[in-house]
């Protein structure tokens, strides 16, 4: 059964992104996307949505805006975006293999959550799964200016750890977050939800 490969060398913290990392949350984001968009009728295809996962809510109303022509009001769709989020979140399940990496983390392992989500939409997930108590910090959209791919919102959640960027292990799903970790001179973890709930059904 295939699992998470972890890099060889021991690490001070760990730093996991939330959304299809330790959540297998998704599928659920993007049928909330579909919802706050359907109104303004503004298309999501799975190809944009998986290929812009990282990017803060904010970012994508503006990419979809221009992909269509549209004028959506960012504000209006994040809020009705989150919205339907929040009120899907008990069909989110937990990452096994993350979730066992999180809460079985090596003695006086640091742990944050590192996301491009709001903190309240973060701060949900974790609760509603009884993950919140085995992070120390969160860094959420709020907490940076320059997203993913960029590496501040990882040494953000370095520098509030007082952990070096090079002792750093990275859990992430998306592309983006891949390279933020490698721009912030971090090792990773490649997560692929879909790849590990097959490998478990597998006889």
């Known amino acids: 059964m295939p699992g998470l490969v972890f890099p060889s060398g021991s690490f001070a913290a760990y730093l996991f992104d939330c959304d299809g990392t330790i959540a297998d949350s998704m599928p659920i984001h ?3 996307w ?4 359907a109104p303004h ?9 998986y290929g812009w996962a990282g990017m803060t809510t904010e970012r994508i109303v503006e990419l979809l805006n221009r992909k269509y022509g549209l004028r959506m009001p960012v504000t209006e769709v994040f809020e009705a975006k989150e ?17 066992t990496a999180l809460r079985d983390a090596p003695p006086r392992t640091k742990r944050a959550v590192v996301s491009g989500s709001p903190r309240a939409s973060v701060e949900k997930t974790l609760a509603f799964l009884g993950l919140r108590g ?3 910090e969160i860094v959420a959209a709020e907490d940076y ?22 002792r750093c292990l990275v859990f992430e799903d998306a592309v983006l977050g891949i390279e933020s970790a490698r721009a912030a001179g971090m090792q990773w973890v490649l997560v692929d939800p879909r790849a590990l709930r097959a490998g478990r059904q597998d006889p």
């Open 134 to 136: 085995y992070v120390d």
């Open 34 to 37: 579909l919802e706050a968009l």
């Open 30 to 32: 993007h049928q909330a």
């Open 145 to 166: 200016a320059r997203p993913k791919p960029a590496p501040e919102p990882f040494l953000t959640a370095a520098t509030r750890l007082g952990v070096e960027p090079s």
């Open 41 to 49: 009728g503004c298309e999501f295809t799975d190809e944009d949505f």
């Open 83 to 99: 919205a339907a989020y929040h009120r899907l979140l008990p069909g989110v399940r937990g990452v096994p293999e993350v979730v």
